[in-house]
């Protein structure tokens, strides 16, 4: 075991820790955080219309369209509020004006969204431009640097107001990025978003099987278990996938269709990480019964925290991090939940996600409101938790023997 960490410590964290601080995917993970407060929005009224109360849907019946309306402004475009989240973002982590970055990141979508008859296309405000949305994003973002880099720009007096200073430093290099794409799409009639969308649809195909979430969830857990937080960096790939998948399924479910994907979002934070990465809510509620003094004392500490999917304290507290034994549960634990909730789903006898909740939400309350009011994802949540015990249970006591045996050493020692 030893032999395994000092490999991960040697060849595998230096590379992975340099990923995870790759400026583009850092500004792709916080420009996509400012879509989760508009999906939660549209997803409120969303779970209004549908709440499973005997009579509510004849109820709200001559509401519907109005109720639809909230959804179909977050959801509807979903996009744009990416291209400006994500060109901030990254304009700021380059210490250049973040609000000319956004305003270059959705011209520039925008000007990619002409249809041959000069109008504007509107189908990819939506989730399914989000690709493109990324994409340009960092275009535009790395031409306001590369112009600013190279003194490209306007520069007037100091006397100047600063808001009229950076707005006429923009102006060269939008002009620019306008102009170019500009040229792709109008001049030359090339679908550059349809391009992008292509180049992106493997990806989207993996993730939607369960192999593919398999690898994405292995990939994330090997991270944690060197420190790294795994979910911010697969978010970067994952997240504009699961929310594209996401919003299909709430066109579906308000065009009075089933929902079609499985893996959108919500299928992780609710069924999968159920206390945070490696359902270690699960972990926290056997250390309560532990024999070992510390053990109890983190377990009673991180239990409020744990309800809510915050699980620091027992990531590094335990810890889980580079420890030989708890890793191999806490890798394995968040595999078998996938597949379990993945086969429930598939066979419908669980609902599929049509909400978009705070990763906060606590288990059981999860499960049923992000299927729309599924109470038998409710349960399965419950048996989840149950299920990630059991995983836990055999390692958990390994470590707490280890942790006695290491008392009993150090006892004798201070003694001798």
């Known amino acids: ?24 995917l850092i500004g792709i993970r916080n420009g996509m955080i400012v879509t989760v407060p508009f999906t939660i929005a549209g997803s409120i009224f969303l779970i209004i219309s549908a709440l499973p109360i005997p009579g509510w849907s004849d109820i709200i019946k001559g509401y519907s369209a109005q109720l639809s309306v909230p959804v179909n402004v977050t959801f509807g475009i979903i996009s744009l509020i990416a291209a400006i989240g994500i060109g901030y973002s990254l304009s700021r ?9 956004a305003a270059m990141s959705l011209v520039g979508f925008l000007t990619l969204q002409i249809t041959p008859k000069y109008e504007l296309n509107t189908v990819f405000f939506g989730s399914k431009g989000l690709f493109t949305a990324i994409v340009i994003a960092i275009f535009a973002v790395e031409v306001q640097k590369y112009f600013i880099k190279h003194k490209l720009v306007i520069k007037l007096p100091a006397n100047v107001p600063p808001a009229i200073a950076k707005s006429f430093e923009a102006l060269i290099p939008a002009m620019f990025m306008i102009t170019f794409l500009w040229v792709i799409r109008v001049v030359l009639n090339f679908d550059l978003t349809a391009f992008i969308t292509m180049l992106f649809k493997p990806f989207v195909f993996a993730l939607n099987t369960l192999p593919g979430v398999l690898v994405y969830m292995f990939i994330s857990q090997l991270l944690w278990t060197v420190g790294i937080h795994g979910q911010s960096i697969m978010n970067s790939v994952g997240t504009p996938i699961f929310l594209q998948f996401l919003t299909e399924n709430v066109n579906a479910f308000m065009s009075g269709k089933p929902p079609i994907y499985i893996t959108a979002t919500g299928f992780i934070p609710q069924f999968v990480s159920l206390g945070g990465a490696g359902a270690t809510l699960a972990l926290v509620l056997l250390m309560l019964k532990s024999k070992n003094g510390g053990f109890k004392a983190l377990g009673r500490a991180s239990l409020a925290s744990g309800i809510f999917n915050i699980n620091e304290p027992i990531l590094f507290g335990l810890p889980i991090v580079l420890n030989p034994i708890m890793i191999i549960p806490f890798v394995i634990v968040d595999l ?7 086969s429930l789903m598939y066979f419908n006898i669980i609902g599929k996600p049509i909400a978009s909740l705070p990763w906060t939400m606590p288990p ?7 299927t729309g009011g599924d109470w038998k994802a409710a349960v399965w949540n419950l048996v989840e938790i149950l299920i990630a015990m059991a995983c836990y249970y ?8 280890q942790r006695e045996c290491e008392k009993i050493s150090s006892n004798q020692s201070l003694n001798a």
């Open 1 to 24: 075991m030893n032999s395994i960490m000092n490999f991960f410590e040697k060849f595998l964290i230096p590379p992975l820790t340099k990923i995870g601080e790759e400026r583009h």
């Open 93 to 101: 982590a380059y210490e250049h004006d973040p609000i000319a970055g």
């Open 336 to 342: 078998i939940l996938i597949t379990l909730t993945y």
């Open 364 to 370: 059981i309350i999860g499960g049923y409101l992000v």
């Open 394 to 401: 055999p390692f958990f006591k390994a470590a707490e023997a």
